[in-house]
């Protein structure tokens, strides 16, 4: 059966702010950095992410993604290159708190936000999924992954707004240097632990 553009909007919807808003290393790094440099400053870094899963999904669409999957080789090259990022990322984390570290460290550029998703494996695993679910055979395959596209980038931007402005607020909190380090620490973990979990 073809469905419509009415009938795949909804579950589409539901299927994009659960992946959006749930914890990811988009999410943590958005909270550490809208504590770090509050949420103005981060706007470039959550337009990054909104723009490069954008641009994933028009890749997984056009059939790439699945084929990197099913390639054992690439996939877990793929894997490595996202952990190692990750790791990194919550090195420079952890390092971060500190008066010599904090007038060096700046924003993730947008740039840098969007390239970043095609080594975010929870972004690969939500385009792949995306497409894979909600395309039809025998359906307007342009129509579908026009609406898939759409949807995920009206749901994603509120959904990572909603980490950097929860990064703000506690950052408005850590008040002591003490505490800006124990938060930072605590982003680094989970940060690696999001590494790990991919090879889990």
Known sequence: MTLTAETLLLPLALFALV?????????????????????????PHMLGISAGFFSL????????????????????????AGAGYLVWLAWQLARAGSAETMQRARP???????????????AWMMAVGAVAA???PGGNYAV???????VFTL?????????ALFGT??????????WRRAFNLAMAVLTIASAVLMFV
């Open 19 to 43: 992946t959006s808003v749930t914890p990811g290393p988009n999410n943590i790094l958005l909270t550490a950095s809208g504590a770090s440099f509050g949420f103005r400053r981060t706007v």
């Open 57 to 80: 999904l028009l890749v997984c669409g056009l059939g790439v993604g699945a084929l990197i999957l099913a390639e054992p080789v690439v996939h877990n090259a793929l894997r490595i």
């Open 108 to 122: 993730m550029r947008f740039h840098e936000a969007a390239l970043f998703q095609y080594v975010n494996p929870k």
């Open 134 to 136: 909600f395309t039809t």
């Open 144 to 150: 579908e992954l026009t609406l898939i596209a759409v």
């Open 155 to 163: 749901i994603n931007l509120p959904c990572v707004s909603l980490w």
């Open 169 to 178: 607020g506690l950052g408005q909190l850590l008040t002591r240097t003490s």
